[in-house]
């Protein structure tokens, strides 16, 4: 059992920046890829980032694409996501995600095992 828990959400105005945070409870925390998603107000929820187990490789949605960065630092259990550049758009609740199973990140979220509670992102206008 991994234990999820996502920091760093605010409100910005567009054009801004947020770092967001997941801090993983397992200490194996370097055998799961892991995953950033978001979903908006009556949208689904919709990737956003991933990462492998390593670091050495990543993936981004098309919308997000040279905005945001994900990142991990395995010695502290820890997955990170620098959005900059931030638009209204990008409103919405920022859930993180561990995947057992991957070892380099997945778009589909079927392949994540473990979620965080999610964190408010709003984007002013």
């Known amino acids: 059992q991994v234990q999820l828990v996502e920091s760093g959400g605010g409100l910005v105005q567009a054009g801004g920046s947020l770092r967001l945070s997941c801090a993983a409870s397992?200490?194996?925390?370097?055998?799961?890829?892991m995953g950033w998603f978001r979903q908006a107000p009556g949208k689904e929820r919709e990737f956003v980032a991933a990462?492998?187990?390593?670091?050495?490789?990543?993936y981004y949605a098309d919308s997000v694409k040279g905005r945001f960065t994900i990142s991990r630092e395995n010695a502290k259990n820890t997955v990170y996501l620098q959005m900059n550049s931030l638009k209204p758009e990008d409103t919405a609740v920022y859930y993180c995600?561990?995947?057992?199973?991957?070892?380099?990140?997945?778009?589909?979220?079927?392949?994540?095992?473990?979620w965080g509670q999610g964190t408010q992102v709003t984007v002013s206008s």
């Open positions: 397992r200490r194996t925390f370097g055998n799961y890829a």
């Open positions: 990462i492998s187990r390593s670091g050495g490789s990543t």
């Open positions: 995600a561990a995947a057992s199973q991957l070892v380099y990140g997945s778009g589909d979220s079927r392949s994540y095992d473990y």
